[in-house]
């Protein structure tokens, strides 16, 4: 069966009043920008308060489906069937052809009918339809019963100015919110299982990305860069562009671990990189930065270490992931594609750099007291990292 | 910033003389083989004459020498083949502890179909001995196989004297050389060294990738395992692959051709790094020097340093080297040179392979040891607590 357009749902958007327009505008935008890069010509549109996705040549169902289930914003979206008015009798015929195509199994199915009047001079009413094209589709197909309570089938049928729109499935989109409508944000972004995710979670909401990566060599090779890199362009399937800042940290890393106490190195060395990522979020607009940690998962990651990396800055930390179990995360990278990517070996920490023993209570005061020891080159280093800041432009389309 | 590439163990830079060839052929005579036409005709050619060229090398017939796609492939092949052919013989086949990948992974997918497999052990310099391959073969062995130049040390096996032995004490046993790093460095004689089975790769000796040969000798039954239009009398299936094989078989051509004065070339580098080297503060050869071992290939490990920093710092000074294998396990086939030869674990974690090729200058020894001996000091200040 040929669908000739979609109809987007979406959930949230609808409640948000007087912003309803912005929201709907910067999903038709990213509906757009999405379909420009499937094939065949689309025309976006928003009519009675619902947007749809009008083909206007030939293109590829699933492709479409695919693109669409991408987009953060769109709770389902439901191909339909335009069909034109030939009468009474047409529309009861077409829409039989319809169930035969769309369930072609056959097997037992409840349905219900909820036919819509938009356009008045329709002979037949809302009620009327409801109740004779139920009739006949039962006449016809002995697999099809009536629930109107909970049917397996909701068949909806809208007789509208220019056509009528027959349709009954709903595809589960993203849900979210439209990219942009949150802003953006900085997301420390490592080879990991846990930070591709947290940034796909926190652009769910809305948020657009950039994202800062910490490179040691030669401590960390070519290859954990370029997995960083990948796993970005995964994520901007979803989050769109990314603008990836990649930070030469082996100076600020090598200073720590001369002048500061072992067991102290992550947690110093986390401060050092969330002071780095708050700086260029300023620099880029972004009004939070994002995480990948989760409360307990590995030392730095306790109540005290989290409370003594999060007091270098005052953006807004958002970690999606902190309530989350490790198979959870998992469940989610694999659901997004990072999984496959973020187990590859190529490490982007040396273990020279971590302790056999770090803290896992740091105090605050005992923290900053070994890094006073840093104080005078402190400046320099952080500087240095910024200006030889290497950024690249990352989208699933490149 | 010049570069410096050490790794030619790994793979080598085309030669411009064979690259030229290889381009030809794709512009030019680009047809098929197979082709009736004057087109396949011309490409034909090619492939006589790079089997000739090979066949000069190894002082054998062309008739003996089948194209593939390259070392890996001639492994397996030479392997499955005989597993399959002679299974009726028996089920036993031996190799040694530090082969390639590409044969020790097909001797645990055998052990998967009910083979047995002998891992013979090697000495503190990386060789296995004559003696433990004849105290190994049993009267089901249908398979010796054994590398003629190992790729992460350098060491350089027996094979002639296996092959005499086989020869004279184990007639039914075939005998298969994985000959990819000794190709263009040793003049090895499959029939006089009574060898069955020899693989050898293209890209190793300056010729393209996706290129290499198995030759086999006239007593093998030989199994394909490519099915197809019956191409390379029906034994490896698949187009041919004329600019591979063109340039393969000039690559080879060209090895051979400068090889004694080649080798004085490379052995004087490699003699000049191991002198430099040990003049290092905690650095320590693998392998023994010189002679016994292949002129282009010497390891090294450096104490307190992890090989991949190391390699990645080199890397920073555009100096391209490799890094020996940093896992062991008690499993066969995890088990590398390194573990065989008895080296502890820090010592394999700081093992680097430097691998020269004809075109390594001697200033780019001096430059690396100048970069090691400013580099090892700084590395060294950090090291896991």
Known sequence: ?398 | MMEIYLDNAATTKTDPEVMDLVTRVMTEDYGNAASLHKKGVDAERYAVKARQQIADTLKCAPKNIYFTSGGTESNNWAILSTAEAYVRSGKHLITTLVEHASVKNVMEALKNRGFEITYLPVDENGCVSVQSVREAVRPDTILVSVMAVNNEIGAREPVEEIGEMLHSKFPQVLFHVDAIQSYGKYRIYPERSHIDYMSVSAHKIHGPKGAGFLYVSDRVKLKPYIYGGGQQKGMRSGTENIPGEAGLGLASEIAYRHLDENNERLYQLKSRLREGLMALEGAFLNGQADGSSAPHILSCSFEGMRSEVLLHALEDRGIYVSSGSACSSSHPSQINTLSGMGLSKARQEGTIRFSFSKYTKEEEIEETLVALRDLLPLLRRFKRK
């Open chain 1, 1 to 398: 069966m040929k669908f000739s357009s979609f109809l987007i749902k979406y959930a949230e958007i609808a409640i948000k009043g007087g912003n309803r327009k912005y929201f709907e505008n910067a999903l038709v935008t990213q509906i757009r920008n999405t379909l420009k890069y499937v094939e065949g010509e689309f025309r976006v549109i928003r009519e009675n308060g619902r947007i749809y996705v009008n083909a206007l040549s030939d293109y590829d169902f699933e492709e479409v489906t695919k693109a669409l289930k991408t987009i953060f914003g769109i709770y389902a979206f439901c191909p339909v069937l335009r069909i034109e008015d030939h009468g009474f009798e047409d529309l009861e015929e077409q829409t039989a052809r319809y169930m035969e195509e769309m369930y072609p199994e056959k097997e037992p199915l409840t349905f219900k009918v909820e036919a819509r009047r938009a356009r008045k001079d329709f002979p037949v009413d809302s009620q009327t339809m409801n109740r004779e094209v139920g009739a006949y589709l039962l006449d016809r197909f002995s697999w099809l019963s009536v629930d109107v309570h909970d049917p397996d089938v909701l068949l909806r049928i809208e007789i509208r100015d220019e056509n009528i729109n027959i349709y009954s499935r709903e595809i589960k989109g993203q849900g979210g919110m439209p990219l942009g409508t949150a802003g953006k944000g900085m997301l420390l972004l490592s080879g990991g299982i846990d930070s591709p995710a947290a940034g796909y979670l926190m652009s769910k909401r809305g948020l657009f990305l950039d994202a800062v990566y910490f490179h040691a060599p030669p401590y960390t090779s070519e290859r954990a860069k370029q997995k960083v890199v990948d796993l970005a362009r995964i994520i901007s399937r979803y989050a769109g562009t990314i603008r990836l800042h990649v930070i030469n940290f082996t100076d600020i890393q090598m200073a720590i671990y001369e002048m500061c106490p072992h067991e102290e190195l992550t947690i110093i060395m986390r401060r050092y990189m969330m002071r780095i990522a708050e700086h260029i979020a300023r620099e880029n607009d972004c009004g939070c930065l994002i995480t990948g940690e989760s409360l307990g998962q590995v030392a730095s990651q306790t109540t005290d270490s989290l409370s003594c990396t999060n007091e270098v800055c005052t953006l807004p930390v958002f970690r999606p992931f902190i309530a989350f179990d490790k198979l959870e995360i998992i469940s989610i990278a694999e659901r997004i594609g990072t999984y496959e990517t973020s187990i590859l070996p190529y490490e982007d920490c040396c273990t020279i750099f971590v302790a056999k023993h770090p803290v896992t209570h740091p105090r605050s005061e005992k923290i900053k007291e070994s890094e006073e020891k840093l104080k005078d080159k402190e400046e320099a280093l952080i500087k240095e990292a910024l200006e030889n800041d290497e950024v690249l432009s990352i989208s699933w389309h490149d």
